[in-house]
């Protein structure tokens, strides 16, 4: 029996990209294991793990959490997926994060959301959120049912701070800088794959085309349980 190949992923692209939509349908149609830096860290801080402690006194401060913080964390966790696909998201975020990972796999490829700057805070600046369920509205394409209330609940929702005009370009500039020469470091190595577009649903044909090239298509039942 040939086993099919195994896929090692990363998904780029800027806050409000869509990320988050194109990840779950990765999952979803390919059966792969998707690896978020940020649910991580929110699981080790809940945990208080020793990683846990220590990057929540980084972030009470405001400041970003050291490359080897980081790259400790998802290594970790990489570890013990040696027997299945999977698709990392948020990491690395530094070539130095990179650097640390190509020593650990070989990464197949990278896939580049290009959303436009100006499409990101228009899409941002209209997310709403519900605090205790984490359920987000977003006013043009998904609004609640009756304005600023949680369709489940009946509670207030509020805005996010890093949904805010002002703090929304604060950040895409912080992801330019950060993030320009992560990109630059996977293209020079040919695994650069930028998909462009300023919607989800007409860029995920094109992804969903790129990935079964890479990987066969996964039922249903095989997803529950990827190899």
């Known amino acids: 029996m040939v086993l099919p190949p195994l896929l090692r992923a990363v998904i780029m692209g800027p806050p409000g990209s869509g990320k988050g939509t194109v990840s779950a349908r990765i999952i979803k149609h390919f059966g792969v294991k998707h690896l978020s830096s940020g649910d991580l860290l929110r699981d080790n801080m809940q945990k208080k793990t020793e990683v846990g402690i220590l990057a929540k006194s980084y972030i009470d401060q405001g400041q970003l959490i050291p490359d080897d913080i980081m790259t400790q964390l998802m290594l970790n966790e990489i570890k013990g997926l040696d027997e299945y696909s999977w698709l990392l998201d948020g990491f690395p975020r ?7 990972l190509d020593k650990e796999c070989q ?28 359920r987000v509205y977003n006013l043009e394409f998904s609004p609640p049912k009756v304005q ?8 207030p929702l509020v805005q996010r701070d890093d949904d805010k005009p002002e703090t929304v370009s604060k950040r895409l500039q912080a992801y330019d800088a950060q993030t ?20 989800t649903n007409k860029i995920w044909p094109h992804i969903y085309a790129f990935l079964q090239t890479k990987l066969p298509h996964v039922s249903q039942k095989d997803a529950a349980n990827p190899r």
């Open 94 to 100: 530094t070539v130095a994060q990179a650097e640390a």
């Open 180 to 199: 320009k020469p992560v990109l630059e470091y996977y293209r020079k190595k040919g695994l650069l794959k930028s998909f462009s577009g300023t919607e």
């Open 148 to 155: 600023g209330i949680d369709d489940i609940t009946g509670e």
């Open 107 to 134: 990464i197949d490829t990278v896939i580049d959301l290009d959303v436009p700057f100006e499409t990101i805070k228009c899409r941002l600046t209209a997310r709403w959120i519900h605090p205790a369920s984490g």
